[in-house]
């Protein structure tokens, strides 16, 4: 695809989502008032009755001048760390911090308990229900205010593959938040793409990034040189993000692996987001076509109860890692429309 054909492409997807309604965009925050962000480091739990023996790193960004009483809560995927929502190439281009915090929003981007910045027990230990514990934990230290003396009112979880996965198990046991985006997380697989996929993971140890981590092989990685392929689309792909996503990988537990279980019994609402060319769950995959978001949520819809009132967005010409494709600024409207209706910034 020409660039010429992209961008008609995404003035034309543009188009199409404000004749549904208005669309919110996320205008660059003006120089030396970018989202005001501080770190910090949580006591979490990996068993509900337990102790808190682990630490959560996160990032808390607030836009400037104002502390809404609304929170996303941003959950990187496998492979990946809190970087990924606030991307460090492109000057803000592939940040939904920086988005949503000029939408109006707080953001609270954390690394997994496992990856980034977060502590790193031993891997069989972070099971979906010890992830989603200590997911839990982080989402009661927002309310609560104990980051910085502001608790919020709202909470909307924001998930990018992995991250989604453990809101299936986190939101029905918990009932934490008001709100979900589950992105990359649809349920058609296409098992040859999936065995390439396993066959580009290896134990953690073996890589020459993590080779002196201490991590048990629990933890795997992606190889060098194969996220290109089964992450992105090439239409949409800018190859700094790709080197720079190579130099940033990260691990992930093995048991965090997500079995699935039909159907989830979250009671908020949920909003669905796919990459129409995602390389697992689109290419070749025939139970639904990921051209038509009517299909896609009339086979997802078996996955859901029906308080979760769920809508389905399909981007087109995007891969897998939807928020580094050149496709963000779409990607990030389309999060932001639905959550305006949904969970204002107030």
């Given amino acids: 695809m020409t660039r010429p054909q992209l961008k008609s492409l995404l003035i034309a997807a543009c188009t199409a ?27 979490v739990r990996l068993a509900d009755p337990g102790p808190a023996t682990e630490t959560m790193a996160g990032e808390l960004c607030y836009p400037a001048y104002r502390r809404p009483s609304t929170v996303q809560f941003l959950v990187h995927g496998g492979y990946y760390n809190r970087a990924y929502w606030n991307f460090p190439v492109g000057n803000g281009y592939y940040s939904y911090v920086r988005a949503a915090t000029s939408a109006g929003y707080a953001t609270f981007n954390v690394d997994l308990i496992g990856s980034g910045d977060s502590s790193h027990p031993q891997s069989g230990q972070v099971t979906s229900e010890a992830g989603a514990v200590a997911l839990h934990d982080a989402i009661s230290a927002l309310r ?44 058609g697989f296409n098992a040859q793409h999936g065995q390439i996929g396993a066959a580009n993971a290896y134990p953690a ?46 691990v992930y537990p ?78 990030y409207s389309t999060l932001l429309n639905w959550a305006s209706s949904t969970v204002a910034p107030k």
């Fill in 254 to 331: 093995s048991a965090a692996i997500v079995p699935p279980r039909i159907p989830y019994g979250i009671r908020v609402p949920v909003l669905l987001v796919g990459g129409a060319e995602d390389w697992l769950t689109c290419q070749g995959v025939t139970v639904y076509d990921c051209g038509d978001p009517a299909s896609v949520l009339a086979y997802e819809s078996q996955f859901y109860l029906p308080e979760a009132k769920l809508k389905v967005s399909m981007i087109p010409s995007t891969g897998h890692v939807m928020g580094l494709a050149t496709t963000a600024p779409l990607v």
């Fill in 205 to 250: 140890p073996d890589d020459p990034k993590f080779a002196n981590a201490g991590l048990d092989r629990g933890y795997i990685t992606t190889k060098p040189g194969t996220r290109g392929s089964m992450f992105y689309y090439p239409a949409t792909t800018d190859p700094a993000v790709v080197a720079k996503d190579e130099q940033l990988k990260d």
């Fill in 144 to 187: 609560a205010g104990t980051l910085d003396g502001h608790g919020f009112g709202k909470v909307l979880w924001v998930g990018h593959a992995l991250g989604s996965y453990y809101a299936w198990s986190e939101i029905p046991r918990y009932g934490d938040v008001d709100a979900a985006i589950l992105t990359s997380s649809l349920h």
């Fill in 17 to 43: 989502a404000a004749a549904l309604s208005t669309l919110v965009t996320a205008p660059p925050a003006a120089a030396g008032h970018g989202p005001i962000c501080e770190t910090y480091e949580l006591p």
